[in-house]
């Protein structure tokens, strides 16, 4: 079956893991992603992945901490949610390895760019934890970061929304929803795609990105087989 990207930066929201809960995880819902995530390497497309935190803890959120000390709270919860995956992963026989952006050598791997892109090039699923591994930056920048760094030819950013709309959605019922826009676009008009910072990343560099909704995790597949799913940002 033909696919439309070769090597793909899935960025997954934490509370995309929590399934119905407010918090936590889910464990079917992450089996259910990870079964996805297996259809698409089964295509032969190479995939890694940037997790993000929020089901666990959200260090901007924390107002009366100190925001480095909080942020690294954070890169710890996304570590909790790597694992996660590849336990997953490997329960459904997928091979994968989790690197992050802080050592901690005994459950993970350091981030070491071309060691990622060998395990990409195995045919194994990467999955980045730590955020950049500095404080004051999101995963988004991470995953930015990381699609520049291993040549991804596209960022799949799964959201609770079925794309970038003109307005929330949750708020306003009369809001649009855009197939595609351009990147210099969203930051102009500081749409909630990325933060301003990973959306800057991916026009510099010419990365797409595709915004779709996560509630049907094969929607990761579609997104692949390039089927029109969410809104293109490029």
Known sequence: MPVKYKRILLKLSGEALAGKQSSGLDFDTVLNVCASVKKVVDLGVQVAIVVGGGNFWRGRSSGKMDRTRADHMGMLATTINALALCDALEQLGVPVRVQTAIAMHEVAEPYIRNKAVSHLNK??????????????????????LRACEIDADVILKATNVDGVYDSDPKTNPNAVMYDSMSTAD???????????????????????????NLNDPDNILRAVQGESVGTVVQ
């Open 186 to 212: 969203v930051v102009e008009k500081r749409l909630h795609v990325m933060d301003t910072t990973a959306a800057a990343m991916c026009l510099e560099n010419g990365i797409p990105i595709l915004v779709f």
């Open 123 to 144: 045919g194994r699923v990467v999955v980045f934890g730590c955020g950049t591994g500095n404080p004051f930056f999101s995963t988004d920048t991470a995953a930015a």
